[in-house]
């Protein structure tokens, strides 16, 4: 068991020491957490690179600082040190470095967020726009420093652990047009003291919300609850 222990030390320790890392053009895709637990600060995607979502290849990169990609690469592109995939007319929002700080807008030609895309990110504010349609599971996950989330009506549901780990969020404003919030998507967010849910929520899943946090609905309309809140308010506004 201690050899054990101390081979799993051993390892931890090596990966934090890699820095730095070249990815050749004969590679083209990766995998879960191939770079997990590394100090690398600055990564660049070859031109030859054209998968890396797989339950996306850069989670607890913690101490990543910005993303490149090479000229030639037809389906990736980094803008800001954000790394972004192109789908369709739009593009697929994959990662966000996180060591990048203060209020990021995502961008009106993103039209999806992968899972894990804002792992341990260091930002306080995220503003989704109206274009993206599909929030990934887990998305918005462990972002530690996270006070304030604004969604855009693109969406209609907010899906399963989106912000788990999230547990300094204040402030949520879900817009007109969002229909369903799924199981566990706010539940670590313990300094959420209210959220007013819009007219066109029809049903809220267990435990999405913490159970110090007020629910204030804007309808009379009857929502589907898994949960049943002792204290939840209805404002008919």
Known sequence: STRKESSAASDVYKRQKLVDVKLGNSVEELWADVFSGTGITELELPASINDATFFNAFR???N??????ASGNKVYKAVDGVLY???GKGYYLIAVPAKKTGEYRVPDDVTR???NAFDHSHLNKIVISDSVKTLNDFCLSNCENLQSITFGNGVKTLTQMLCVGCTQITEVIIPEGIETL??????DAKL???VTLPSTIKEVGEHCFPDTTKIIRTTTQTVSYTHLRAHETRHDL
């Open 60 to 62: 607890g990169m913690t």
């Open 64 to 69: 990543l600082k910005k993303f490149k990609v």
């Open 85 to 87: 995939k192109k789908e």
């Open 113 to 115: 967020i992968t899972a």
């Open 182 to 187: 799924e199981g566990y998507v706010f539940c």
């Open 192 to 194: 959420l003291k209210s």
